[in-house]
T-cell receptor, first 114, second 113 residues
Framework: AQSVTQLGSHVSVSEGALVLLRCNYS??????LFWYVQYPNQGLQLLLK??????LVKGINGFEAEFKKSETSFHLTKPSAHMSDAAEYFC????????????FGTGTRLKVLA | DARVTQTPRHKVTEMGQEVTMRCQPI?????VFWYRQTMMQGLELLAY????????DSGMPKDRFSAEMPDATLATLKIQPSEPRDSAVYFC???????????FGDGTRLSIL
């Protein structure tokens, strides 16, 4: 069965500092992995996706994530945090062959300090 | 940009009343998902449809919740009778394939008094 673990329910960084949000997954089949962002009172928006092409995936708003099979990780990074990055971030793994379900992590709320 | 549209955006009603939430998936998307988000439980999958057929509704309380797709452009989620513990934000999402992203609507914020 698939699972996703996001370490740290809350992360605070200073404006301009590196953003690192952690995601580890478990999957018995090659996974499809996604990062979503949720701003207040909005739905989830796709940041980036990994679907077995390049292991370093670039997304919107300057975010990127690296798929590391040996570490079963898909951490999200951004070199320099902006105030507008404050939001909740969700990692998700696709449920594998025969299912269209995502397994979502519990989310990480990012706070950006001025 | 194509969007998933959910109505209503907000709903306040009294316990025992029927609640109907609607979702218009992105044109051409054949997979539709219903999620519920609360502070305590996070994001939960309630049900999903593929080509209008229900594939999995194991996350949905069967006694009071029902989900349907009358046609390819409309999905509905009904609660009857509603209870205060149903208060949450309900999201609809649509997609095409397992390796393609799900696209989310802005949700219906439901408050049951």
């Amino acid at each position: 069965a698939q699972s996703v673990t996001q370490l740290g329910s809350h992360v605070s960084v200073s404006e301009g500092a590196l953003v690192l949000l952690r995601c580890n997954y478990s999957s018995s089949v090659p996974p499809y992995l996604f990062w979503y962002v949720q701003y207040p009172n909005q739905g989830l928006q796709l940041l980036l996706k990994y679907t077995s092409a390049a292991t370093l995936v670039k997304g919107i708003n300057g975010f990127e994530a690296e798929f590391k099979k040996s570490e079963t990780s898909f951490h999200l990074t951004k070199p320099s945090a902006h105030m507008s990055d404050a939001a909740e971030y969700f990692c998700a793994v696709s449920g594998g062959s025969g299912t269209y379900k995502y397994i979502f992590g519990t989310g990480t709320r990012l706070k950006v300090l001025a | 940009d194509a969007r998933v549209t959910q109505t209503p955006r907000h709903k306040v009603t009294e316990m025992g009343q029927e609640v109907t939430m609607r979702c218009q998936p992105i044109l051409g998307h054949n997979t539709v998902f219903w999620y519920r988000q609360t502070m305590m439980q996070g994001l939960e999958l309630l049900a999903y449809f593929r080509n209008r057929a229900p594939l999995d509704d194991s996350g949905m309380p069967k006694d009071r919740f029902s989900a349907e797709m009358p046609d390819a452009t409309l999905a509905t989620l009904k609660i009857q009778p509603s209870e205060p513990r149903d208060s949450a934000v309900y999201f609809c999402a649509s997609g095409l394939m397992a390796n393609q992203p799900q696209h989310f609507g802005d949700g219906t914020r439901l408050s049951i008094l």
